[in-house]
């Protein structure tokens, strides 16, 4: 199996801050970007790397770095050659909203790559749990993540595959799932599920990759989309001690997912 696409893909992340407004009740949290544009262009950051790496006057390095250079290179060079013929030539995402018992005020986070087409959702506060002392709040939690997008008319484009991160411990016995639910605004009840799953005996960190064979996409013609992710945790039978949460090593739990572009106009 290839690796997934942000591990070949993903590098400059445009971070995107919480702002909630006042008047707001609802646990519904907007982002804005903190970067001077949201105008997502792979052809004017590439370019500035080539060059540098090309014209600069320093002494040559070792044959070792020169590999890792190329090494961390390539899969960011081949995205950056591929991108205008697969997706749109600007991507801006106008607008995101969190809602959901897995992401309270100020625990989640949002990243997108320049592309437009690698997403990144954090939450630092996701625990789902069962046993002795748990109620049913924390038996099932969800985040449900809404993205506004605007883009190059004539192009459509779906969910290829997600990557969820995270910790659980769940004994003999019990089953962890959890499920990213992808849908259009617009599309009535259609959606896509990716499912994945925990059986015990299971205790560490995980990352569970996940691809559907039945591809969505959004609709076509109109430049823009409301893209729907809500990412839903849940553990059974709820007698049994067991636990879903941030890994140890982040702190987070993250839900990755990838989109794919096509040329839909005349």
């Known amino acids: 199996m290839p690796p997934p696409y942000w591990s070949r893909h993903m590098s400059t ?7 909630r407004p006042s008047s707001s009740r609802l646990h519904v949290f907007f982002y804005k970007f903190t970067t001077s544009s949201t105008v997502f262009q792979v052809s004017s950051i590439i370019p500035s790397i080539i ?23 390539a899969p960011l060079l081949g ?5 205008p013929q697969e997706g749109p030539k600007s991507v801006k995402v106008r607008g995101i909203s969190l809602l959901g018992s897995g992401c309270p005020k100020g625990s989640a986070d949002v990243q997108v790559d320049s592309s437009g087409s690698l997403f990144e959702a954090t939450f630092s506060e996701y625990q789902v749990s069962t046993g002795p002392g748990t ?46 639910t992808f ?3 617009g599309q009535g009840n259609h959606h ?25 996409f959004s609709p076509c013609g109109g430049g823009s989309a409301i893209l729907n992710l809500n990412t839903a945790c849940a553990i059974t039978p709820t007698n049994l001690p067991a636990l879903i949460s941030v890994d140890h090593l982040s702190g987070k739990l993250k839900v990755k997912f990838a989109l794919k572009w096509r040329f839909c106009g005349k």
């Open 13 to 19: 992340m445009d971070r995107l801050e919480v702002t």
């Open 192 to 216: 896509v599920d990716y499912k994945l799953d925990l059986k015990g005996k299971y205790s560490g960190n995980f990352d569970l990759q996940s691809r559907t064979g039945l591809e969505s």
């Open 183 to 185: 849908s259009f605004t």
């Open 51 to 73: 060059k540098s790496s090309t014209t600069t006057k320093s002494p040559p390095p070792s044959h070792a770095s020169n590999m890792l250079f190329i090494a961390a290179l």
């Open 79 to 83: 995205f950056a050659l591929a991108a």
């Open 135 to 180: 109620r049913a709040v924390d038996w099932r939690k969800n985040c449900k993540l809404t993205i506004n997008m605007d883009f190059t008319p004539g192009y459509s484009f779906s969910i290829v595959e997600t990557d969820t991160i995270g910790f659980a411990e769940i004994p003999a016995g019990a089953r962890g799932q959890c499920v990213n």
